[in-house]
């Protein structure tokens, strides 16, 4: 008896769960009818019954400001919103692994350079209201969250949250003013080295040079390039070329005349540390050191990059993070306007509160609390002069050879154009085992 | 493949859960063979008892049987069912990924389809000048850092061992936990702060040599001294464990033999290269290969100390003390080059098998059970 009756249930429930399967395929075949693109009419989207979304972002005050978006999203459309933390380096990766397996967040937080990888693993929706977008943002914005497509057209991923580049800090007790160009800063920095000898040896002017997310400034400033095109050219290289090399020389000069130690020597950690003690006058940084130094009371000010001998501004590379919505998101409309509301101008005006980095939209670089501010100013002005870091994947190829070329031409005064020619061929033979079909 | 109309996106065919998905298939599917082999053979057999005119059993009785003899079965089941996803699914699927070309940014799912490439990506390793240089040079410093860092360990953990346990040391309690100190801090905290004790430039290290009128060391910036920096260091985190458990091996000997020793005219140094030695290497040897293991395989402090700098111009993705397993890491996590990483990742499966199959073989504690005698 009792084996019959389980029989039966066991058989009405699969018959049930045809039943419901073939509901659904109706109701997608539906949905796929309704929601043809449109190019010019965008219809007013609203958020799937039953929608609950997840967002990843980054911790501390960045977390705090996601929950806060997250609140005011389930306040405005009652859909409920986790907070989740991951690393705005991190999400890419672990979407990667995460999102076809349908564990990834709706919404996340990624560093712009990523996009490449996550638009070629098929990983992100583009930006649904980009027509929109165009205008509000930094051209730099814009740029460094589009990408060209399978199809071969340039589209709008991103929901821009905020942009960052790094600039001059200077210690106001040590020197009074900014300097306006290089030479300046070679003069005032080598008077306050001559202050000092031996154990408390005073230096005037510290960065990190191997790291090319730096002294790319000094490579484009020089009119050296990465790729061709706006750098989405990865067949036109030009790490090696008449500007390349003068940036080497610049580099050798720095070493000889004001830094004079190892590149492995002259990590993040000492230069803070050298700052804090004000026995630093110099420092290249971005704005995540700002906090850092105030906290050890340091009177510090912050300036564009000074110009160098040609007459031209570095050009520094500008990180964009921003929000983009996860395609295997359940509930992608539902994510699309959680995204856009992050980027809104209220929200970015909130974050700028919130956490100090700076808002990509064009309205609020008119806005009185920012413009109050002259550590903003300054990185905002350099922000100007900044170029968006690739983000076509090929970049993750020049990273390490750059960086390789750089210390060789820092720690040992290797021939720069012999070096960057090595760097050039490497970048060259990683990209074709890459592309290689 | 992914395509996508409007909000609809259709996800297609993710290669890499189809290949999970059919090695998931493959493991349940020779479960089932194995089990209706199994079956059919019980049948055959009891047909065969019945044929000779025996009783078979009733349903009760099956079950009683089932009970009484099945039940270490019953046992073994969960931990064949573990074994078969947690261990054998992973190594299956990580070999398979080896005969892909599953890598970015051009063939990573689900916007595009993973291929088998058999055997190309092993012979790309060992063909492509930027690729075997790479793996050349990594692997002889791997081997190198592995037997190195075993090694000294050893000896110095031996030496403080000795030293303790030797007559007229005072405060031997607290020699004792000063020395384990280095092995209970959690080593990814101490590890940064050594990085900064090893700067060439304001690191104390250099500041002392340089006080008593040395020259200062390029700690890190030169690749020789990078290494040297990296098993000085490790020799710090590894010989309170060798300490430990020598300590208790050399307590537990019998007092007797060095007297016996002493009566015969042995000094302190014949007594530990004949007694203490034999019996120390006696118990500590199988521990050895594994800590040879451990070490070829140590990413943390490869990783935190000097990630794998100073830089390498004849390197792909590696510097000059990048071990394996460090290498691996940057290939998948900065460069979506997971096809390579797997082959790379076979290769130390190899190495490590073959040598510890050969050590296990060879270390005497396995094969003969009183070698003392």
């Known amino acids: ?53 997840i967002i990843w972002d980054n911790g501390a005050d960045e977390g705090a400001w996601a929950t806060y978006v997250a609140e005011q999203f389930t306040k405005k459309y009652n859909v409920p919103v986790e907070v989740q933390e ?19 967040a709706d919404v996340f937080n990624s560093a712009h350079d990523h996009l490449g990888k996550l638009v070629k693993a098929g990983l992100v929706y583009d930006n649904y209201y980009a027509d929109d977008y165009q205008d509000m943002f930094l051209e730099a914005a814009v740029n460094g969250t589009s990408f060209v497509d399978k199809d071969g057209k340039k589209k709008m991923f991103g929901y821009p949250i905020s942009i960052e580049t790094y600039a001059l800090y200077y210690n106001k007790d040590i020197v009074k003013e900014a300097p306006k160009t290089w030479d300046d800063l070679f003069k005032t920095a080598k008077e306050f080295q001559a202050t000092s000898k031996g154990k408390n040896q005073k230096y005037g002017f510290m960065m990190e040079p191997g790291n090319f997310y730096y002294t790319h400034a000094f490579l484009s400033g020089y009119g050296g390039y990465v790729f061709g095109k706006e750098d989405t050219d990865p067949t036109d290289l030009g790490v090696n070329n008449e500007g390349a090399i003068k940036s080497a020389e610049f580099m050798k000069k720095i070493n000889k005349e004001l830094l004079p130690m190892k590149k492995e020597d002259i990590t993040g950690d000492v230069i803070s540390s050298f700052f804090n003690e004000s026995k630093l006058a110099y420092r290249i940084s971005g704005p995540w050191d700002v906090k850092n130094h105030q906290d050890a009371g340091v009177n510090f000010g912050i300036a564009p990059l000074p110009t160098l001998d040609n007459g031209e501004t570095p050009k520094s590379y500008s990180g964009i993070k921003a929000y983009y919505v996860n395609s295997y998101s359940k509930y992608p409309k539902a994510a699309t306007l959680l995204a856009q509301m992050a980027s809104s101008e209220e929200m970015l005006l909130k974050r700028y509160e919130m956490t100090g980095q ?5 309205s609020l670089l008119e806005n009185e609390t920012i413009k109050k501010d002259e550590v903003s100013m300054a990185f905002l002005e350099q922000a100007k002069n900044a170029v968006p870091m690739p983000n076509i994947p090929e970049m993750q190829a020049v990273w390490g050879p750059m960086e390789t070329a750089y210390t060789s031409i820092w720690n040992d005064g290797t021939d720069s154009k012999k070096t960057f020619d090595a760097a050039k061929e490497q970048i060259e033979d990683a990209v074709a085992t890459q592309n290689k079909k | 493949m992914q395509t996508r109309v409007g909000f609809e996106i259709q996800q297609g065919d993710h290669s890499i859960f189809l290949l999970i998905e059919g090695i998931i298939f493959l493991i349940c599917g020779l479960f089932f063979v194995w089990m209706y082999y199994l079956n059919v053979k019980d ?6 008892w019945r044929d000779q005119g025996g009783k078979t059993n009733s349903f ?13 079965y019953f046992l073994l089941t969960p931990s064949i069912v573990f074994t078969a996803f947690l261990t054998i ?39 492509l000048k930027t690729w075997n240089r790479t793996f050349i040079g990594v692997f002889g410093w791997t081997i190198l850092w592995a037997i190195s860092a075993t090694v000294t360990t050893f000896f110095v953990g031996i030496l403080f061992a000795v030293l303790l ?43 002392y040599l340089e006080v008593i009128g040395l020259s200062s060391i390029p700690w890190l910036s030169d690749p020789m001294w990078a290494k040297f920096a990296l098993i000085m260091v490790n020799v710090w985190f590894g010989f309170p464990f060798w300490m430990v458990l020598m300590s208790g091996v050399m307590t537990s000997i019998d007092r007797e033999l060095y007297e016996a020793a002493q009566v015969d005219g042995a000094n302190g140094k014949q007594q530990f290269w004949k007694i203490t030695m034999p019996i120390v290497m006696f118990s500590t ?9 451990g070490n070829f395989n140590n990413f943390n402090l490869i990783y935190l100390m000097t990630n794998g700098g100073p830089v390498n111009v004849d390197y792909s993705y590696a510097g000059s003390t990048d071990i394996l397993i460090s290498w691996i890491y940057k290939l998948t996590l900065d460069q979506s080059q997971f096809n390579m990483a797997s082959v790379v990742s076979i290769l130390i499966f190899i190495v490590i098998a073959i040598i510890s199959v050969w050590n296990f073989r060879r270390t005497k504690a396995f094969n003969e059970e009183d070698m003392m005698s």
Not at chain 1, 13 to 41: H, Q, R, V, Y
Not at chain 2, 62 to 70: A, E, F, P, Y
Not at chain 2, 99 to 106: A, E, H, I, L
Not at chain 2, 176 to 185: D, G, M, V
Request: net charge positive.
């Open chain 1, 358 to 362: 700076l808002p990509p939209a064009t």
């Open chain 1, 86 to 104: 991951v690393g705005h380096t991190d999400a890419a990766g672990k979407l990667e692994t995460d999102g076809p397996a349908g564990l990834g």
């Open chain 2, 43 to 48: 049948a055959w057999k009891v047909g065969q």
């Open chain 2, 89 to 127: 699914l992973p190594l299956i699927f990580g070999i398979a990924i080896a005969f892909t070309n599953y890598s970015g940014p051009n063939h990573l799912p689900p916007a595009s389809l993973v291929d088998w490439v058999g055997f190309q990506t092993f012979v790309d390793l060992f063909n």
């Open chain 2, 60 to 72: 009760k009785e099956t079950l009683r049987v089932l009970i009484d003899k099945g039940f270490p």
């Open chain 2, 165 to 207: 346990n030797s007559k007229g040391i005072k405060f031997r309690k607290f020699w004792r936990s000063i020395y384990i100190l280095p092995w209970a801090i959690p080593s990814f905290v101490s590890i940064l702060i050594m990085r900064n004790l090893f700067n060439g430039e304001f690191g104390p290290i250099n500041q």
């Open chain 1, 1 to 53: 008896m009792i084996k019959k009756r389980i029989v039966g249930i066991l058989a009405s429930a699969t018959l049930l769960a045809g039943l419901l399967a073939g509901c659904s395929e109706d109701e997608t075949k539906k949905a796929t009818t309704e929601t043809k693109p449109k190019e010019t009419t965008k219809e007013t989207l609203k958020p799937e019954d039953g929608a609950t979304l």
């Open chain 2, 285 to 293: 040897a199988p521990l050895l290969i594994m800590q040879f293991a």
